[in-house]
Structures are given as structure tokens and as C-alpha cells.
């Protein structure tokens, strides 16, 4: 059979119920002042669904049970409250994530085995659970798909979002993402939850395999503040709603899906770094010629972690010292002497040399919003990138306030 793929088009509006068969809502039931806390997603029909945790050792209630409910590799709905992380509460906050499970399938009239949980915010305070037992009957299929975004987040003050369109052998298909974090982000894939759906017909362990890698080059190469949380979760639906045939196999159908799947996890990516606490510019660091992908990132997350970085772009500095310093306070192996450094596009270091930019030139550049620190090592051919952002006072004041 002749595969029919076409260019990937990102939508004006994004919405995460836009994919067939998908629908999703978002309401305020009290775990937070005033904002929406709490809101699902949910599917026609059980989709193929994949997923990646958080690395950290202390491990939020609603992680380790998806853990479990997702190992068959069927998923028909995501239950997701924020305000509260049901984390470090001992056996009452695995009780509480299995009661939203229960809940939410009893509303929706599925298998319990079919619905995620996802949590985030405080760490340590137990779980409200007759409010969000309450709220979950106030949701609805058909309600306001566009509010599961904002229900989802805590310190954000965006929603990040994202849909793209294409088409596979004549049939048009769809994905959409969500995503929240803001703070606590230095993912090993922070807090950052992630939900992806789509009516690509693909099966679970492609659909596994395809996000597996895909983390290793978007979400895991955030970072805001260098610390991983205890709920990191990114899960896709897949329904197979688009009408085509099932992707089972390798094949240029199954990269060209991977390319999708690669673009809206990269914009929502961005979109987290871009939205880190306090900040007011995106730091986005590319290193390319280097020896491999995975020492291009790992390069360009150490430069884009680095707090002295951070704030040197906060200060309108271009202090490539210290952004030197961080290359080779790295675990890659770099010779200094023929790297090259420049920030947006204006040379600071040419073969491990200081070069004579200009001063007023510079000034402008780091006015930007956006910063891009391009890093080349002459050693090899392969890059890498990572996103983070810059580290201001408004950091400290938000997360002195954001307390128990």
C-alpha cells in the first residue's frame, strides 16, 4: 500500500478534545481560592495510551497506580487535579488516588482500569478527596474542553497548548496537547504533567516507543530550577478514530507520526520553559558538532541549568565565562580551545578565544525576550538542544510564598 502523509499544520486554536472521539472539561471545586482545580479527559472509545514518570525516588500516589493501570496499554480517561499533590501522605493518598480512579469511572460508566490520575501542587497535605469526589460529578462529557487547561495548573500564568493537523493515506488526523509547570522543573522524564491525544490509530508499544524517545529530546531537556518532582507524568491517547489503518510497524507512516508527536512536545516544552517562575526571557541552548545527541544535550542542559547563567541573562550580562564554565563542568568530554560560543547570533567566544563584539549591539540583543546560546564544540557532528529560562528575584519571592 501506498503511505499517503502530508506537512504538519499547527492550528490557530488549540484545544485538547479537538482529535475525533475526544472530550474534556475543567472546574473550580475548592482546592484552590478561586481558579479551576480540577478537570478530565476522556475518549469514545479506549484508546492506546503510553507513558513516562517522574524519576524521582519518592514517588506521588497517583503515580505509582498509573503505573499499573496503563501496563495493559489501554487508557479511555484521565482524571486530573491541581492544588494539592497528593504526595508523601502515606496510605490515605493511595486510597484517595484509587477513590478519583473509581470515581471518575463510575461517572463516565468505564472499567476503572481504563482512567489515569494525575495530581499536582503541595507536597505533604492530604488530599481534600470529598471535594474532588463532589467536583468530579460537576464534570461533564460535553463540557468546556478548553478549561482542562487552566484546571491543570498551579504557578503557571499561561496555559501552554498546542494542535497540529495532518493527514495519513487520505484520512485527516489529528493531535493535541496540553501541558502544565512552571517551578520544580528539571525533568528526567518537574512540576510537569503533559496529556497528548490524538485519533492516530497506532498500537501501544509503537505508541510507547514513540514517546519513550521522543522525552529524551523535549520534555527531559527543560530545566527551571534543577529540581525533579514527585509527579511528573506525560501521557498520549491514541483512539484511532482518524480511520486509517493501524500503524503496527516501522515505516515512513510511523515516523511522520513521530515527527508530529515531536512537534507538539517541543512547543509545549518551549511553551514550559518560557512560563518558569518569575522569569522574564526563554533561554534556548543549541550545541551542535558534537561528538553525540546525547552529549549535545547533556551539554546544553548543564549551560541552560546553570544558576549563574541564569541570572547573567537576567542581568543583560554576557558573562560567556560563565557559560564556558558550564560546558566543562559538564560530563562531556570538550577541548576549550576550539569552542565557539555566541548569544543570539553575536560571537562572545571564537576558538576558546574572547572576541571584541560590540558592547551597544549586545545590549540590544539581550533586551530579547528570548535567548539563544549556540555552542559549537568541533568536535563531531551531532546536536542537541535544551530549554530553560532565567532566574529573577520574582523566583525566590514566588516560591517563598508557595508554602504549606
Known amino acids: 500500500m501506498t503511505e499517503l502523509l502530508s506537512k504538519i499544520t499547527q492550528l490557530d ?6 482529535p475525533i472521539g475526544f472530550h474534556a472539561d475543567g472546574q473550580h471545586v475548592g482546592l484552590k481560592h478561586k481558579s ?11 484508546a492506546a495510551v503510553a507513558g513516562v514518570f517522574t524519576t524521582n525516588q519518592v514517588q506521588a500516589a497517583p503515580i ?17 487535579n491541581s492544588g494539592n499533590a497528593n504526595a508523601v501522605t502515606g496510605k490515605i493518598g493511595h486510597q484517595h488516588a484509587k477513590t478519583m480512579q473509581q470515581t471518575a469511572a463510575d461517572s463516565l460508566n468505564i472499567d476503572p482500569n481504563l482512567v489515569a490520575v494525575a495530581s499536582t501542587g503541595i507536597i505533604g497535605q492530604v488530599l481534600p478527596i470529598d471535594k474532588v469526589v463532589n467536583g468530579i460529578h460537576q464534570l461533564h462529557i460535553a463540557g468546556d474542553s478548553k478549561a482542562f487547561a487552566h484546571a491543570i495548573m498551579t504557578t503557571d500564568t499561561v496555559e501552554k497548548s498546542i494542535t497540529v493537523q495532518s493527514q495519513i493515506d487520505g484520512h485527516t488526523v489529528t493531535m493535541s496537547g496540553v501541558a502544565k509547570g512552571s517551578g520544580m522543573l528539571h525533568p528526567n522524564m518537574a512540576t510537569m504533567l ?10 501501544p508499544i509503537l ?3 514513540a514517546l519513550s ?27 484511532g478514530q482518524a480511520g486509517h489503518d493501524e500503524i503496527i510497524t516501522a515505516s515512513s ?25 518569575g522569569a522574564t526571557k526563554l533561554l ?3 550545541v551542535k558538532n558534537s561528538e553525540s545527541s546525547l552529549d549535545a544535550r547533556m551539554v546544553a542542559k548543564k549551560v541552560v541549568g546553570s544558576s549563574l547563567v541564569k541570572t547573567a541573562m537576567f542581568g543583560k550580562d554576557p558573562n560567556w565565562g560563565r557559560i564556558i564554565a558550564a560546558i566543562g563542568a559538564s560530563d562531556v568530554a570538550v577541548d576549550p580551545d576550539i569552542i565557539d560560543i555566541s548569544l543570539n547570533t553575536i560571537p562572545v567566544m571564537t576558538d576558546g578565544a574572547p572576541t571584541d563584539f560590540n558592547q551597544e549591539a549586545m545590549t540590544e540583543a539581550l533586551e530579547q525576550k528570548k535567548i539563544a546560546i549556540d555552542i559549537d564544540l568541533h568536535n563531531g557532528s551531532a546536536s542537541g538542544q535544551a530549554w530553560g529560562s532565567d532566574l529573577t528575584y520574582d523566583y525566590v519571592k514566588i516560591n517563598a510564598l508557595y508554602s504549606t
Open 13 to 18: 486554536s488549540a484545544d485538547i478534545a479537538k
Open 36 to 46: 479551576k482545580d480540577l478537570g478530565w479527559i476522556f475518549s469514545d472509545v479506549p
Open 64 to 80: 505509582k497506580l498509573d503505573k499499573e493501570t496503563i501496563k495493559d496499554g489501554l487508557l479511555q480517561a484521565i482524571i486530573v
Open 194 to 203: 503533559g496529556f497528548i491525544t490524538t485519533d492516530v490509530s497506532i498500537s
Open 207 to 209: 505508541l510507547q516507543k
Open 213 to 239: 524517545e521522543d522525552v529524551e529530546t523535549s520534555f527531559n531537556q527543560i530545566t527551571i530550577d534543577g529540581d525533579t518532582s514527585t509527579n511528573d507524568t506525560v501521557l498520549v491517547m491514541a483512539n
Open 253 to 277: 507512516t510511523y515516523d511522520h507520526f513521530k515527527t508530529m508527536l515531536h512537534t507538539v512536545t517541543t512547543a509545549l516544552s518551549i511553551g514550559i520553559a518560557s512560563d518558569g517562575e
Open 284 to 286: 534556548a541552548v543549541t
